[in-house]
């Protein structure tokens, strides 16, 4: 039977997948939930939107011949992870997910650890500082419980709404973001505190770098759980278990 693959989407690597995928001629879909208002450019055919929960997305694989699904989304869209798991196993499809190790806190860093973005609301109950709030504009609305704080707003897409801030600003940019870049920012802004989900990856590690060199603390949001599957780390790896290795060199 073709391979006909499903790469749930949202990533860099999600992309970097997708083009290698492609390069070795094989078929597939990338998906997207629709957060943003452009993903950025594909190899694959896309879709967009959710699928309904489990039931939709074993529905999906079965209606499509998915015959392998790769989870390559962010490491905090837990929900879609789950659901991915369970839907594989209904439809008795084979998932490997594509995964970024966490941050590790280095020398001269200063993370305050925090279980979960409730955390990290209540780490933020403290006198007026200079926040530089790097979690996605999904999350802006629970941390109005604190609104003494001047607020830096990194987001891909402008808010839909006015963030629940009376001192913030919004500046709209995709990463990969450079350290120096990040510095330069964070002294404009005057920015004392970072408050940053443990992403992993290269893309936004420049701000946590940052923080460091400017000798900034870092309230760092650890990864939801997500059910034990299969995981692989690189690209080629996943081309390796869908049996494409040699494409790649593995
Ligand atoms: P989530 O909470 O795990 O997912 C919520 C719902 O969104 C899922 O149940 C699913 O709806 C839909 N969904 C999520 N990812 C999807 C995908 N790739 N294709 C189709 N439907 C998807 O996820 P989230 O945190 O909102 O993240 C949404 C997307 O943004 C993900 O694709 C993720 O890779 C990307 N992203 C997230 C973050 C983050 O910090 N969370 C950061 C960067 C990028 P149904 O139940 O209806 O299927």
Redesign the pocket.
């Known amino acids: 039977m073709a391979l006909n693959l499903l790469i ?4 860099t690597e ?1 992309t970097a997948l997708g083009a290698a995928v492609a390069d070795a001629g094989l078929s597939g879909t ?7 208002e452009r993903p950025g450019r594909q190899s694959l055919p896309q ?8 039931a ?2 074993r529905d999906y694989i079965l209606a499509h011949g998915v015959t392998h699904v790769v989870d ?12 991915a798991v369970s839907a594989c196993a209904g439809a008795d499809v084979p998932l490997i997910a594509l995964t970024r190790a966490p941050w590790d806190a280095q020398p001269g860093d200063n993370w305050i650890c925090v279980p979960d973005i409730a955390g990290a609301v209540a780490a933020l109950d403290r006198p007026p500082a200079r926040v530089m709030l790097a ?2 504009r ?2 802006l609305n629970e941390f109005a419980p604190n609104p003494q704080h001047f607020y830096l707003l990194r987001l ?1 897409d402008p808010p839909g709404a006015l963030p629940p801030f009376r001192d913030h600003h919004v500046l709209v940019s995709r990463g990969p973001f450079a350290q120096a870049d990040d510095r330069a920012l964070m002294e404009a802004h005057g920015i004392g505190l970072v408050v940053s ?1 443990n ?1 992993g990856g290269a893309g936004a590690y420049a701000k946590i770098a940052a923080a460091r060199a400017l000798r900034l603390p870092v309230i760092m949001i650890d990864r939801p759980a997500v059910p034990a599957r299969l995981e692989a780390h690189s690209v080629a790896e996943v081309m390796a278990w869908l049996g494409h290795g040699a494409d790649l060199g593995v």
């Open positions: 749930l989407g949202g990533t999600a990338v998906s997207f939930a629709g957060r943003v879709r967009i939107g959710g699928f309904g929960g489990v939709g997305l390559a989304t962010h490491p905090f869209a837990a929900r879609m992870s789950h659901n979690v996605g999904m999350h891909v989900k992403a």
